[in-house]
């Protein structure tokens, strides 16, 4: 499996790969998805459900039917509050976003969408959520993103969070599937819609200031101040997404030595350097998605960027150059529970299954808690919210984390903050975030790591998600003896939807993608690269053995 990585990888993407916008619109408006067929449902993943219009994955049809079924879940769990409504800067997202409106007003639901049509970046619907709740028992409010996150230009994303302002758990997931599902197989007779216009004029639907509220609130997570104070150079590549509006007023309002180097909103990304399969994608953690950023190391002490709808992070230092997401958590863990004098000494460290082992070691040396869960932030959502947990990372450059107080800010990933506390931790400690990680080295070793993804069909990623223990025949991984084979994750027990198999000095995971009809395989070895291929051939013989 080893990843065919395309000779395009990395280069500006070219005029033959931009997707078709008239074509995916229309797609969109004018494609009957086919609710027998499993790739035309509708079907929740770690974030929300996700397709393409081309593909009848994310069509119109969808949309009426998981909006309207959403609106029979807030019924039924006497949800009345107001409902925050945000969408990115894919093609398919403010279609999207209009046919939900008309949906939502039709069903009498409190609609709070952006002043002047603004993009809305994932934290800042957690955030809204969150803020509207405080001290609330009743009237509670919950919120709709639409994002397909960093995937291609011509998918299309609808996540829903509820009043915790997470991603929804499962059950709430699954609920919202089994019936947005059946609406379609009806005929999506039963769902409710009035014209846009008329959604948009409607007594129901009401304007926020989202960019406002989120951004006059930043110094309550971040210390400003000292980002101010010591005026280092930062840029930010928004990389066309949600976020593309925040960053200058953020700059202004505090004061901050911020260049935005590209203001370019346009749904065909083509200022994108192409990924390593040859697709646009927006991925901040992928070298070759991040080369125009990466060129930026030597104008800036710090430069970063976001995803499309900014809830991910990639760091750029001038002596690393783009930090994988693993080294940047385990610096900012080392950071935040030593700056942080106000969080619960009780304060734990949240991380998922297939992030680096480092992370527990700095955890460990600061005598912290580790919880560890499967994959999806869903399962960091109480522990942010009532301050047990201080920190928690997902290995694909996602994390959020308590404010100064420690209490929670969002209870969804933030990119934007995460960008922010690389500049608090270079004003602050005179080396950037990269110098630190290279300091925790020389304390607990210096791991390699790696992650391959590959195609996978939808049958194959279901029986990927069912490996069990017993189907690993092997006591050694790599020359050492298996120390253990996890199914479920360690902290909550939750089944981690593919399998872990852990030596002492390394450790690999195989899990079909949530989001992505791919699978990967983690790897990580304490003991150099010949010692991590090793690990990665005797993965994929564990995991390519068992698609049959």
Known sequence: MAMQISPLAGKPANVEMLVDLPKLLTAYYTEIPDPLVAEQQVAFGTSGHRGSAFKKSFNEWHILAISQAICQYRLQQNIDGPLFLGFDTHALSYPAFATALEVLAANKVEVMIAERDEYTPTPVISHAILSYNRGRKQGLADGIVITPSHNPPHEGGFKYNPPNGGPAELAVTNWIETQANALLRNKIREVKRIAFETALQSTTTHRYNYLGAYIDDLSHVIDMKVISDSQISLGVDPLGGAGVHYWGPIAEKYRLNLTVVNKIVDPTFRFMTVDWDGQIRMDPSSPYAMQNLINLKDRFEIAFACDTDHDRHGIVTRG??????????????????????????????????????MIDYVTAGLKRQLYEVPVGFKWFVDGLLDGTLGFCCEESAGASFLRLDGSVWTTDKDGIISCLLAAEITARMGRDPGELYQELTKQYGDPVYERLEAAATVQQKERLKKLSADQVTTKTLAGEKILSILTKAPSNQAPIGGLKVIAENGWFAVRPSGTESIYKIYAESFLGKEHLQRILSEAQMIAGSKWD
């Open 320 to 357: 690393q150059g783009l930090l994988t997401p693993n080294h940047y958590f385990s610096a900012a863990i080392s950071y935040l529970f030593q700056q942080r004098p106000q969080w619960s000494a009780k304060a734990g460290v949240g991380k998922t299954v297939v992030s680096s082992r």
